[in-house]
């Protein structure tokens, strides 16, 4: 990774002027500092005397862990020493949150376990954000956190927090280290957890006594998890009964969770999905696991999903649910979700199975297992001549395809339309990119108008919807994925939450791109306070238009970075591709929206799918008769 010079911004500044203006003069000597070089793991073969201290950084170079996110505090101190001295990078965040957002970040971009480190007390609480939004979204994160020393426990002592407690509902489990001999072991379950089964966050919090204490420590340790047996393999009668159900359906449907990406099973969705020509629906979280661009590809499912996939769920016969979870996002009002579909339903949580939904189906198992099995007991039903011809159900998902595709007016009173900016985003940056989105009415116009054509390319938060979450978790990507174009969709108002993160990012020497989509206002509060709350704008104006408070060029030049603004469409390519051109420092442009700009189509909460909005004042219509 490159840490950018005062001079390099300097450059990277003049060179983004110079791209979207040719009368600006660049610099051509200007200097570029060395990348730093790769440092090598070190495996300890024989055991050693170490403090407990010591014993968690050693267990952190077995472990192959490369990076970590954290920042220091009492507590966790005698953990920094060691770490000096480590093969394990050290990124110093400006807040716990952006720790935590950035591991996961690094998790969801590269498939290995993120790591987060705070102090006791406030430190760890600060955590919590990040840990649960991991929870949610099935990520494999380990956060480790200091703790005041045993005899301090229970005592209320400074900087004291019952983190165990605190993250019990929102991890997958969680570790208090009793003694220091225990400290490889509990790294090592700690891992094993957090990437085995379904993925989630663990907490190991760690005594400052425990930390000072004297040990020896040995790799590799023996894990102890009894009972802890996660099923892999889809039981086969499960299997060749779904296969039955697809041979046999007439409108079924592959509705696709995140599940899938985490068990790295795109390649065979896809040829499952083309063997069977079923028609395939990917949630938010799975955005990539299919090609947006392939025929038998409806889109996104729910609130804001297009209206053949929200359609082609809420009339379907049969549903193949892979590594879903039957959210409250997708289904609407459940009591009236698909009232007409068998389901089958794949999951390698078995707690997720028929907790929303009644299945018909049930199967455990890991989703490429599931998928791999599945590809040959339809094999066999085919082989059989057992197939049923889908070609009413196409003809009736093609037609609402081209009566209701995706798009979006351009603002009335000439102002920049933010699904534009977002769409030309998409097409300049190009597939490859990894895009990381806030929460909002930007996360949603990510979701719609960029074409994601392969896996691992949308990060976002899904299940908690955390406003805050782009910019570090944007960070944790591309120090993950450093050759990898890394831009982040935020909006004015998730900004402004961890934008502090930039400063990082700068020193560090992490080149990501920003897109602020900046319309003034908490852009979805706002939407639903125009359709809900009869235009009563009640606390959503951030100033971010009327004051240019704070000015975003401004904020992100003191922040490290390369400021740039774009207010018109005809600025919007080589705004655009001036960012493109700066690989040595974090750039961020304020891209000045509109404000009246809503995402559509729209399922409004509470309601069924069958009242979805494809417009404002516009409803689908749809021919009963054809199903």
């Known amino acids: 990774m490159t840490r950018p010079t005062p001079e390099t911004l300097a450059h990277s500044a003049r060179r983004a002027r110079a791209a979207a203006d040719p009368t600006v003069d660049v610099d051509p000597a200007a200097a570029r500092p060395a990348a730093t070089p790769a440092v090598p793991v070190v495996r300890p073969s024989a055991p050693a005397q170490v403090t407990g201290a010591g014993s968690l950084v050693r267990s952190l170079e077995a472990l192959d862990v490369d990076v970590v996110f954290g920042i220091p505090g009492g507590a966790i101190l005698p953990a920094y020493d060691p770490l000096y001295d480590s093969s394990v990078r050290h990124i110093l965040v400006r807040h716990e949150q952006g ?44 956060a ?16 004291e927090a019952d983190i165990q407690g605190i993250t019990l509902p929102i991890t997958k489990h969680n570790f208090l280290v009793q003694n220091a001999e225990e400290i490889p072991q509990v790294l090592a379950e700690a891992f094993h957890l957090a ?42 009668k499960q299997i060749r009964e779904a296969a039955r159900l697809m041979a046999a359906a007439r409108r079924p449907v592959l ?11 795109t390649d065979g969705l896809r040829q499952l999905a083309e063997l069977t020509g079923i028609p395939v629906i990917t949630t938010l979280m799975a955005l990539g696991a299919f090609p947006d661009s392939h025929r038998q590809h409806l889109g996104m499912p729910g609130m804001h999903g297009t209206v053949a996939a929200v359609y082609g769920l809420q009339k379907s016969d049969l549903i193949v649910a892979l590594g879903a979870r039957f959210d409250d996002r997708v289904t609407g009002r459940l009591d009236s979700f698909a009232p ?13 199975i028929g907790k929303n939904r009644h299945v018909d189906v049930p199967i455990v198992g890991d989703a490429k297992h599931v998928i791999d099995e599945l590809i040959a007991a339809v094999t066999v039903e085919r ?36 699904q534009y900016v977002i769409k030309r985003l998409g097409e300049i940056a190009g597939p490859d990119t990894i895009f990381v989105a806030g929460v909002g009415q930007h996360q949603m116009w990510a979701s719609q108008f960029i074409s994601y054509e392969k896996p691992y390319t949308w990060l976002n938060s899904g299940g908690l919807g955390t406003m805050g979450y782009a910019v570090p978790a944007a960070m944790g990507a591309k120090v993950g994925k450093p050759d990898t174009v890394v831009w982040a969709v935020d909006g004015d108002g998730c900004f402004q939450m961890t ?34 709350y009869n235009e009563r704008y009640s606390n959503t104006d951030l100033g971010t238009h009327k004051h240019r408070i704070p000015d975003f060029v401004k904020l992100a030049e003191a922040l490290g970075c390369v400021g740039l603004r774009c207010e018109n469409a005809d600025d919007v390519d080589k705004t655009i591709a001036a960012a493109m051109e700066i690989n040595d420092a974090p750039v961020v442009i304020d891209f000045v929206v509109g404000k009246d700009a809503m995402v559509w189509p729209m399922v409004a909460a509470g309601t069924s ?14 021919d009963e008769d054809d199903i």
């Open 255 to 265: 509705y696709v969770g995140g599940g899938v990406l985490k068990a790295g099973a």
């Open 383 to 418: 082989s059989a001549g057992r197939v049923t011809d889908l070609g009413d159900w196409w003809t009736q998902l093609d037609d609402l395809r081209d009566r209701y595709p995706l798009g979006y007016d351009e603002p009335s009173d000439g102002t920049l339309s933010p």
């Open 99 to 142: 720790a935590g957002h950035a591991a996961t970040g690094y998790a969801q971009a590269t498939g290995k376990v993120g790591v987060c480190i705070a102090t006791s007390g406030p430190g760890a609480t600060n955590l919590v954000t990040p840990i649960a939004d991991a929870y949610m979204d099935s990520v494999a994160m380990v």
């Open 340 to 352: 007409d579909a068998t389901v089958v339903h794949a999951d390698i949580d078995p707690a997720e």
């Open 609 to 622: 799918n069958d009242e979805i909005m494809f417009a404002r004042g516009v409803r689908p219509t749809f």
């Open 499 to 532: 934008n502090q993160e930039l400063a990082t990012c700068a020193l560090e020497g992490i080149p990501v791109k920003i897109a602020v989509i900046n319309n003034g206002n908490l852009g979805m509060v706002r939407q639903w306070q125009t359709l809900f």
């Open 195 to 236: 990437s085995t089964g379904r993925p989630g966050p663990v907490l190991v919090d760690i005594p400052k006594d425990v930390l000072q204490a004297s040990t020896t420590f040995t790799w590799p340790p023996t894990l102890g998890l009894p009972g802890y047996r996660p099923t892999l393999h889809p039981h086969g």
């Open 144 to 159: 480790i956190t200091g703790q005041v020393a045993r005899p301090m426990i229970g005592t209320d002592a400074f900087q």
